[in-house]
């Protein structure tokens, strides 16, 4: 039988800062969240494709926006704009960005 537990952002397990954002990561065995603060201007193709290469971001993400916006953009052009309070599910082969002039903070179960 699985055991209950939990964890807090205030004291993450890890924090990675790239290019333009900060991720606090709580891990529970194999799994992990993160809390992601994308800062204005962020965006996947600018910021994170030099570092981890491809053309579009490959991971699927399932979060919850927790203040300001986001954009994703699939291959085919397909976009989605979110915001605060809204959950997302984001399939892998796209680029993201924030929108407008406030930090988008996303909590991200998809890792």
């Known amino acids: 039988m699985a055991s209950m ?9 890890e ?3 790239p290019p333009g954002a900060t991720m606090d990561i709580v891990r529970f ?3 992990m969240v993160a809390r992601v ?20 971001c ?13 954009v994703a953009q699939m291959a085919d052009g397909t ?16 680029d993201g960005w ?3 002039d406030e930090p988008c903070v996303f909590v991200d179960f998809g890792m």
């Open 5 to 13: 537990a939990k964890r807090t952002f205030n004291a993450p397990d």
């Open 15 to 17: 924090r990675r800062t």
């Open 29 to 31: 065995g194999d799994k």
């Open 37 to 56: 603060t994308y800062q204005p201007g962020w965006r996947w193709t600018t910021h994170a494709k030099p570092v981890i290469g491809g053309e579009l």
């Open 58 to 70: 490959q991971m699927n993400h399932y979060g919850y926006c927790i203040s300001g916006h986001m």
């Open 79 to 94: 976009r989605m704009e979110f915001g605060p309070g809204e959950v997302a599910m984001i399939p892998a082969g796209h």
């Open 98 to 100: 924030v929108e407008g």
